[in-house]
C-alpha cells in the first residue's frame, strides 16, 4: 500500500506540517477515502470510453477483419464461377426450347386450321341463314343442327346465332363478348372478327363470321364462336399443362401463366423462344404465339449441385482463415492485455504502486514505459490531492472537511469506548478590528499563530481543525467527564488572551468558546455543533473572553428568538406595525420641538415594545424592512402634517446600526425620504452612541449623505457608550439626547447630575442641541433648564401617541409663555 | 313574383297562338316491307296502292275534320329482327295509327304477338300465312285484305287436279310460311277431289339449288308441284327445270310470292319452258274499269305509270289501295285517331267500293279476311312482257 509511502512528497508546495495531527489510522482514512473517489473516477473513465465489457478485443478485431477479407475473397470467386456456369446451362436449355417450341407451334397451327376450316363451313350451311328468317326453324332445326358443331376436336365450342344487331337468336345463350368491337366489323362491314378474350379464367377464342342474306347480299346476322382455347391447346400440347408452355396473344401471356410457375418467369423468359403460328386465313389477324419455358429446375438441379460444391470450399478456407488469423491475433495482442491487466488492477485496488513488465514489441514497450511513468506521477498528484482536500492551507489544520469526518470517526468510537468527548468552538473576539487596522497579513499571521497555540495545547488523539475565518474547533476524545472539557476550554481561553508578537506589535485578542459534549449535549455531529454554536454565541452575550457550555435554556433562548423572528417576519407581512410620536418640548417655550417616532407592535395579544423585538430585529437583519417601513411611515406622516398648516416641528427616526452597516441600505433610505417628498430639513435621523463604535469611518461617510440632504443627526443614549469626542466632531453630530438612565435618578444621584451637567455643558459648547430623555417629574426639568439643556422628552409632558392623537394634543396644547420667573426659580 | 307570372302568361299565349296558326297534325299510316330486298317489287307496289288511295283521300279533304294522312315507310329488307326494330319504332310515334306489312309472313308472323302488346292495328295486304289474321289473340289487332294459305292451297291443288296431276309434290320452305301452307293443305288432305300428295320436300331460304328436292318428288310418282316460294327461289327452281329435257319437266303450281319480285324478268326467255302458273286475288283485268281509270289516273301522275299492265306486283297495289281507303273509313268512323277505337270501327264497315272487289262487310269482329275463296284465281305470267295475266282473261279473250 503507498499509504506507508513517507509523508510530504518534495515539491508539493503545501506548507509542512509541523508534526502529524492525528494516528497512523487516522491519516489513513482520508487518504483512501483519496484514492477511492480517483479510482472510482477511473473506472467511470474507463466505462464510459466504452471499455472491456462494451467493444470487440484487439484479437477478435484483427481476427475478423481477416475473416471478412477472407469471406469476401471466397465470395467474389464463388460469385463469378456460378454465374459463369449458370450462362453455360442456360444457353444448353434454351437451344432444346428452341427446337421444342417450333414443333409445339406447328402442332398448334394444326389444330387450330382444323378448327377454322370447320367453322367456315358452318356458316354456309343454309339453314343457318333461314334460322335467321324463323324463330320455328331455329328452334327445331338449327339447335339441333349446332348440336352436332358443339366439340370440335374434342374441344367444346359454343355457337350463337345473333341478328343484325348483334342480339342472340339462337344457339349459346349468349356470346357475352368482352366488347361489341365485333358487332361493327361483322354485321356493319361484314367482315370475320377473331379474337382472344378471358373468360372464366380461360383463354378463348372468339371468331365471329356474318351471315349475308341473299335477298339483299348484306350481312343480316352473324355466327359467333367461342372455343376454348385453354382447352385447345391443352389437347393438343399435353405438356402445356404443367403450366411450362404459354400461349401468347399479342404478347401477353394469356395460357400458362399459373401462379407456381409465376415467379420465374422473369427467369424463364430470356430462355423461351417464340414462333409466330401460320395461321388459317380467318385466324390470321390473331397475333398468337407460343411461348416454352424450361422448367427452372433443370437450371436449378446442376446449379444446386455446384452451389454446393462451391459454399463447401469456402467453408473450409473461411474456417481455415478464422483459426489462423485469431491465433495470429492472440499473440499480437497478449502484451496489450497484460498492460489492460495491470491498469485493472490499479483500478480495483486504487493502489498505483502496480508497474507494467515491459516486453518485446516496442511499440507496446514504449506504451507500458509511458504508463508506468504515469503511475508515478499519479501517485503524486493523489497524495497532494488529499492534504488539498482535507487541510487548510493558511493554518496546516484539518479544514472543515475534515473535521466532519474526524468528528464521526470519533463519535462511532465514543459509543464503544462509553467515554465523553468534547467539542469546542472557539471564535476570536475582535479580530476583524485587527484585520482591519493592522491587514490582512498580519491578521493571516495571527491565525497561524492562534492555530500553533491550539496545536500546543491539545493532545495528539485530538483533532484541531480550522471551520473558516477566525473560527476554529477542537475535538477532544476520551475525556473522562465535561469538567475536563471545561479545563480544556479555560486553557484555549486563556491561551489566546496572551499577547502575540505580530509585525512587532504586541497584539491582544480575546477568544469565546463555546463547548458541548457527547452524549450529554447530543450523539451527532449536527447536534453537537449546532450546540456548541449556541454556547459560543452565549459566551459572546456574556461579554466574550469567556468558554460557556452549552445547556438546555441556552437552547430554549435560541428558540425564542427564533419564534420572535418569525412573528416579525409575519407582522411586517402583515403590517401589524405602527408608529407612535412622543412630543419633544423645547423647555424654555414649552413650544413643541419635534417628535420622536417610536415603532409600536400591537400582536393579537398585547402591545409588544421596541426593546423585545428590536435586538432581535438587528440580528436576524429585518431591521432593515423594518426600519425602511418606519422612516417611509414617519416621512409620509411628516409630510401629511405639514401640508395639513400643523406646527412645523422635527420628525425624529431611529437608525439601527446594521440599517447603516451597507451602502445599498443607506442608498434604499435615502431614496425613501425622496420618495416620499418630504422636506429633509424637518428630519432628524437618531443612532445609539454604541452604533458608533465599529468602523466609524465608513458609517460617518454614509451619514454624511443623509447630512448633505438637510437631514440633522441626532446621537442618542450619550453617555452609556465609549464615542469619543472625535467622533462626535466627525459625524457632524446635530443633537444628543442624554440618556434615560441620567434622568431618572437627577434629583438623587449627585453622579448622575453630574453627567448630565457635563453632557449638556459638552454640546453647549460643540453649538449642538441638548435634549434629555425620560423627563418625568417638574423637578427634573427645572434642573434641566437650570443647567442650560434645550429640549426635553418624557412623560412630564406626553407619552407616545398615535398620529391623530398626537395630532390633537399639538393642537390643544396651549404655548407657554415663557416665564422669567419660573427661570429665576 | 307577379312579373314571373306575367312572363308565364306570355309565354303560353305565345305558344297557343302559334300551335293554333298551325295545320291540324296529319294522321300517321305505317308500313314495314321488304324495300332494300333485292328485286323484290311487292314493298314499292303496297307503297304505291297507299299512296294512291292517301292522294285521293286527302284531296277530298282527309279525315276527322281535313287532317291529312301520311305514310311512314320501313324497310325489314324481309329480315324479321328488323321488322320488330320498325314495328317497335312505328308504334312508338304519335299520331301513328295503323300499320301495313309486307309480303313476307316469316316477318309479319314474328311480330304479330308485339303488334297485340303494343295495340297496333296490322293492316296485311300480301302476306298470306293464316295464323296472321287467326292469332288467336282477342281483340285482334290484325286486318287482311289479301290471300290466305288456306285459300291458296286447296285452289292449287284443284288447279293441278285440272292440269291433270293426280299426285303432287309439295316443295316448301323451311319457314312459318311454308309451314302455314303445309297445315292448309293438311287441312284441305283428305278431301277426295284433291290429288294425292306424294311427299314433301323442304328447302332452306337461301338454297342456291333445288333440282335434287324436284327431282325426289318426281321420282316418288308427282305430276305437279305445289311450289311454295318467293320470287328468288322460284328462279332457282325455274332455272334448274329449264335444264332438264322436257318429259322431266312437269307443271309448277305455285303460290304467289313469285309475284313480289322481278321474277319474269329473271326468267324471260323461259316462260314458256315451264307450265308455271300462279295463284292471286287481284288483277287489273278484272278489276272495275271505272276505279281501275281513276286509279290509274293518279297512279300516272305521281309515278309515271301509264298501264295498268305496267303494273309490277299488282296484287300489292290493289290490297294495299283497299285497304287504305277501308282505314280512313274506320278513322271517320271511330272520330278519332286512337288505335283501339280504330280498330273496332274496322270490324263495323259496310259497303265498301272497292278496287279488288265491292266490300258488303269487309271485316267482323269474327271475321278479320276480307277476301275469301271466291276471290283466289290462277294466273300465269305473259311471256311477252311478263304481265300477270288471269287464265281465265286469257281464255276469254282468245
Given amino acids: ?113 382444323s378448327v377454322a376450316t370447320t367453322l367456315s363451313e358452318l356458316k354456309q350451311n343454309a339453314l343457318v341463314l333461314n334460322a335467321l328468317m324463323d324463330s320455328y326453324t331455329r328452334r327445331t332445326s338449327l339447335d339441333p343442327f349446332l348440336e352436332g358443331f358443339s366439340t370440335v376436336n374434342g374441344v367444346p365450342v359454343e355457337i350463337t346465332l345473333t341478328d343484325f344487331e348483334g342480339h342472340p337468336v339462337a344457339g349459346a345463350a349468349g356470346i357475352a363478348s368482352d366488347s361489341d368491337r365485333w358487332k361493327v366489323g361483322v354485321l356493319e362491314q361484314g367482315q370475320p372478327y377473331v379474337t382472344v378474350e378471358e373468360r372464366a379464367g380461360r383463354a378463348t377464342l372468339l371468331v365471329a363470321e356474318p351471315i349475308f342474306y341473299v335477298g339483299t347480299l348484306s350481312p343480316e346476322g352473324a355466327l359467333v364462336h367461342r372455343i376454348d382455347l385453354t382447352r385447345l391447346v391443352g389437347n393438343s400440347a399435353p405438356e402445356a399443362a404443367d403450366g411450362s408452355v404459354q400461349l401468347l396473344y399479342d404478347g401477353r401471356p394469356i395460357l400458362g401463366q399459373d401462379e407456381a410457375g409465376g415467379g420465374s418467369t422473369a427467369s424463364a423468359q430470356s430462355l423461351t423462344q417464340t414462333k409466330p403460328l401460320e395461321l388459317h386465313a380467318m385466324l390470321a389477324p390473331l397475333r398468337l404465339a407460343v411461348r416454352l419455358r424450361a422448367d427452372p429446375a433443370l437450371i436449378r438441379g446442376p446449379l444446386g449441385q455446384l452451389t454446393m460444391i462451391y459454399l463447401l470450399i469456402g467453408l473450409a478456407v473461411l474456417v481455415g482463415a478464422v483459426l489462423f488469423s485469431a491465433l495470429a491475433a492472440r499473440r499480437l495482442a497478449r502484451p496489450l492485455r497484460e498492460l489492460e491487466q495491470v491498469a485493472a488492477s490499479v483500478v480495483a485496488s486504487g493502489s498505483v504502486d502496480h508497474r507494467f513488465e515491459v516486453g518485446d514489441f516496442a511499440e507496446v514497450a514504449r506504451l507500458g514505459q509511458t504508463f508506468n511513468l504515469m503511475l508515478e506521477r499519479l501517485g503524486a498528484a493523489q497524495k497532494q490531492l488529499a492534504r488539498l482536500a482535507h487541510h487548510d492551507a493558511l493554518t496546516g489544520l484539518a479544514n472543515r472537511i475534515r473535521f466532519h469526518d474526524q468528528l464521526s470517526a470519533a463519535l462511532a468510537d465514543v459509543q464503544r469506548s462509553r467515554d465523553t468527548l468534547g467539542v469546542l468552538l472557539l471564535d476570536l473576539d475582535n479580530f476583524k478590528d485587527v484585520n482591519d487596522t493592522l491587514g490582512h497579513p498580519v491578521g493571516d499571521e495571527l491565525l497561524k499563530q492562534v492555530a500553533g497555540r491550539l496545536r500546543d495545547l491539545v493532545r495528539t488523539t485530538d483533532t484541531v481543525a480550522r471551520l473558516g475565518g477566525d473560527e476554529f474547533a477542537v475535538i477532544a476524545t476520551h475525556l473522562s467527564d465535561s469538567a475536563a472539557a471545561a479545563v480544556l ?3 484555549m481561553v486563556d491561551a489566546i488572551s496572551e499577547s502575540f508578537e505580530l509585525a512587532e506589535h504586541d497584539i491582544y485578542v480575546s477568544a469565546s468558546v463555546g463547548i458541548a459534549v457527547c452524549p450529554s449535549d447530543g450523539d451527532s455531529s449536527e447536534q453537537l455543533l449546532k450546540n456548541a454554536d449556541l454556547a459560543l454565541y452565549k459566551a459572546k452575550q456574556e461579554g466574550r473572553c469567556n468558554f460557556q457550555f452549552f445547556d438546555q435554556e441556552l437552547n430554549d433562548a435560541a428558540q425564542t428568538r427564533k419564534q420572535v423572528e418569525a412573528s416579525i417576519r409575519a407582522a411586517i407581512d402583515e403590517s401589524a406595525f405602527r408608529l407612535h410620536y412622543q412630543p419633544r418640548i423645547e423647555i424654555d417655550s414649552g413650544r413643541v420641538a419635534g417628535v420622536e417616532a417610536l415603532v409600536r407592535w400591537r400582536s393579537a395579544e398585547r402591545m409588544v415594545y421596541p426593546d423585545a423585538f428590536v435586538p432581535v430585529a438587528e440580528e436576524s437583519r429585518l431591521i432593515v424592512p423594518l426600519g425602511e417601513w418606519i422612516l417611509r411611515t414617519a416621512c409620509e406622516q411628516k409630510r401629511a402634517w405639514d401640508r395639513q398648516g400643523l406646527q412645523p416641528f422635527t420628525m425624529a427616526v431611529n437608525l439601527s446600526a446594521i440599517q447603516l452597516g451597507r451602502d445599498d441600505y443607506v442608498e434604499r433610505l435615502l431614496a425613501v425620504i425622496a420618495e416620499s417628498g418630504v422636506d429633509p430639513t424637518g428630519l432628524e435621523i437618531e443612532i445609539t452612541e454604541s452604533a458608533l463604535m465599529e468602523r466609524v ?37 446635530d443633537v444628543l439626547k442624554i440618556d434615560r438612565s441620567f434622568i431618572r435618578d437627577l434629583e438623587v444621584d449627585p453622579d448622575d447630575a453630574a453627567i448630565t451637567r457635563a453632557i449638556i455643558q459638552l454640546g453647549n459648547s460643540l453649538d449642538l442641541t441638548v435634549v434629555a430623555e425620560g423627563v418625568e417629574k417638574p423637578g427634573q426639568e427645572v434642573f434641566l433648564r437650570q443647567h442650560g439643556c434645550h429640549q426635553a422628552q418624557g412623560f412630564l409632558y406626553a407619552r407616545a401617541l398615535p398620529a391623530d392623537e398626537l395630532e390633537a394634543w399639538v393642537r390643544s396644547r396651549k404655548p407657554r409663555v415663557s416665564s422669567p420667573y419660573i427661570a429665576a426659580n | 313574383m307577379s312579373l314571373l307570372r306575367l312572363l308565364l302568361v306570355a309565354v303560353l299565349s305565345l305558344l297557343g297562338a302559334s300551335l293554333h296558326a298551325q295545320e291540324r297534325p296529319p294522321v300517321l299510316v305505317g308500313l314495314d316491307a321488304e324495300f332494300g330486298l333485292d328485286k323484290s317489287t311487292s314493298a314499292q307496289a303496297i307503297e304505291r296502292g297507299i299512296l294512291i288511295a292517301l292522294d285521293e283521300i286527302n284531296r277530298a279533304g282527309g279525315v276527322l275534320g281535313g287532317r291529312r294522312i301520311e305514310l311512314v315507310s320501313r324497310d325489314n329488307r324481309s329480315v324479321t329482327a328488323r321488322g320488330i326494330r320498325n314495328l317497335k319504332e312505328l308504334a312508338a310515334m304519335p299520331e301513328m295509327v295503323a300499320m301495313f306489312v309486307g309480303r313476307f309472313s316469316p316477318v309479319a308472323l314474328e311480330y304479330i304477338d308485339l303488334a297485340h302488346d303494343l295495340q297496333m292495328i296490322v293492316l296485311d295486304p300480301w302476306a298470306a300465312a293464316d295464323a296472321i289474321t287467326d292469332n288467336g289473340h282477342q281483340p285482334n289487332f290484325a286486318f287482311r285484305l289479301s290471300l290466305k294459305d288456306s285459300l291458296a292451297m286447296p285452289a292449287m291443288f284443284r288447279h293441278a287436279l285440272a292440269k291433270g296431276a293426280r299426285r303432287v309434290g309439295l316443295l316448301l320452305p323451311n319457314t312459318s310460311w311454308g309451314r302455314s301452307n303445309l297445315a292448309a293443305a293438311d287441312r284441305y288432305y283428305l278431301s277426295a277431289d284433291l290429288p294425292k300428295s306424294v311427299g314433301i320436300e323442304w328447302y332452306q331460304w337461301g338454297d342456291q339449288s333445288m333440282i335434287e328436292k324436284y ?184
Avoid at chain 1, 8 to 37: C, V, Y
Avoid at chain 2, 274 to 300: G, L
Fill in chain 1, 1 to 113: 500500500m503507498v499509504a506507508s509511502a513517507p509523508e510530504s512528497p518534495a515539491g508539493s508546495g503545501l506548507p509542512a506540517s509541523p508534526r502529524p495531527q492525528g494516528g497512523e489510522g487516522a491519516e489513513d482514512a482520508p487518504i483512501s477515502d483519496a484514492r477511492r473517489t480517483l479510482s472510482g473516477s477511473l473506472r467511470r473513465t474507463g466505462s464510459r470510453d466504452g471499455g472491456r465489457p462494451a467493444g470487440f478485443g484487439l484479437a477478435t478485431r484483427i481476427a475478423l477483419a481477416a475473416s471478412a477479407l477472407t469471406l469476401l475473397f471466397v465470395a467474389a470467386i464463388g460469385g463469378v464461377s456460378f454465374i459463369v456456369t449458370r450462362a453455360q446451362i442456360s444457353q444448353g436449355v434454351r437451344d432444346g426450347l428452341s427446337h421444342q417450341t417450333a414443333l409445339l407451334a406447328s402442332r398448334l397451327s394444326t389444330t387450330l386450321n
Fill in chain 1, 489 to 491: 476550554g479555560r486553557k
Fill in chain 1, 697 to 733: 469611518d465608513a458609517i460617518a461617510e454614509r451619514l454624511a449623505r443623509f447630512h448633505a440632504l438637510g437631514v440633522r443627526l441626532a446621537i442618542d443614549d450619550i453617555g452609556t457608550g465609549y464615542s469619543s469626542l472625535v467622533n462626535l466632531k466627525r459625524l457632524a453630530v
Fill in chain 2, 215 to 398: 327431282q325426289a318428288l318426281r321420282a316418288a310418282g308427282a305430276e305437279a308441284i305445289v311450289f311454295v316460294a318467293n320470287d328468288t327461289e322460284a328462279v332457282v327452281l325455274f332455272r334448274d327445270m329449264a335444264q332438264l329435257p322436257e318429259h322431266e319437266r312437269i307443271p309448277i303450281v305455285s303460290h304467289w310470292g313469285v309475284t313480289g319480285g322481278d321474277f319474269a324478268d329473271q326468267v324471260r326467255g323461259m316462260l314458256d319452258d315451264v307450265d308455271f302458273s300462279v295463284v292471286q286475288t287481284f288483277s287489273f283485268f278484272n278489276a272495275d274499269t271505272n276505279i281501275r281509270a281513276r286509279v290509274m289516273a293518279i297512279a300516272e301522275r305521281l309515278f309515271g305509270i301509264s298501264k295498268f299492265d305496267q303494273i309490277e306486283s299488282p296484287v300489292g297495289v290493289g290490297h294495299a289501295y283497299d285497304l287504305t281507303h277501308l282505314l280512313a273509313q274506320a278513322i271517320e268512323r271511330a272520330g278519332t285517331t286512337e288505335r283501339s277505337a280504330v280498330r273496332e270501327a274496322l270490324e263495323q264497315l259496310h259497303d265498301y267500293p272497292g278496287l279488288v272487289r265491292r266490300f258488303a262487310r269487309p271485316f267482323s269482329p269474327q271475321n278479320h279476311d276480307a277476301l275469301g275463296a271466291e276471290d283466289v284465281f290462277m294466273a300465269r305470267y305473259r311471256a311477252s312482257d311478263g304481265a300477270i295475266v288471269p287464265l281465265s282473261w286469257q281464255a276469254g279473250n282468245q
